[in-house]
Nanobody, 117 residues
Framework: QGQLVESGGGLVQAGGSLTLSCTAS????????ILWYRQAPGKDRSIISSIMWTGGTTFYADSVKGRFTISRDIAKNSVHLQMDALKPEDTGVYSC??????????WGQGTQVTVSS
C-alpha cells in the first residue's frame, strides 16, 4: 500500500526558512503530479505549489512565487518544498498529495508550519 509522508515542519520566525519533504513509499511517482497544499487557520485548503514527477514542470501560487522552490529527488522518491522569507501568513498545515489529472490517489497526513512575527 503506497503512502506519502511529510516532514520538516516546525516553528520559525518571520524571514526564516524551512524545507518540507514529501516522501513516497510503496509507490512509484512516475506519471504523478505532486502537490503541496496549505490550510491556514480558519481557511480552506489551497494549492501552494506542484511539480510533475516526469519532466519537472512546476507551478507556484502567486502568494509564494519568488520565495518557495519545489524540487524532486528521484533517488529518494521525494519532493521538497524550500520555503524562504517566511511570513506569518504562511502559517498552516502543509499536506502533499499525488494525482493524475484531477484524480487524487494519495494524501499525506500533513505537517504544521508556524511562522511567528
Amino acid at each position: 500500500q503506497g503512502q506519502l509522508v511529510e516532514s520538516g515542519g516546525g516553528l520559525v520566525q518571520a524571514g526564516g526558512s524551512l524545507t518540507l519533504s514529501c516522501t513516497a513509499s510503496g509507490l512509484a511517482l512516475s506519471g504523478y503530479e505532486i502537490l503541496w497544499y496549505r490550510q491556514a487557520p480558519g481557511k480552506d485548503r489551497s494549492i501552494i505549489s506542484s511539480i510533475m514527477w516526469t519532466g519537472g514542470t512546476t507551478f507556484y501560487a502567486d502568494s509564494v512565487k519568488g520565495r518557495f522552490t519545489i524540487s524532486r529527488d528521484i533517488a529518494k522518491n521525494s519532493v521538497h518544498l524550500q520555503m524562504d522569507a517566511l511570513k506569518p501568513e504562511d502559517t498552516g498545515v502543509y499536506s502533499c498529495a499525488a494525482r493524475v489529472g484531477y484524480r487524487y490517489h494519495y494524501w499525506g497526513q500533513g505537517t504544521q508550519v508556524t511562522v511567528s512575527s
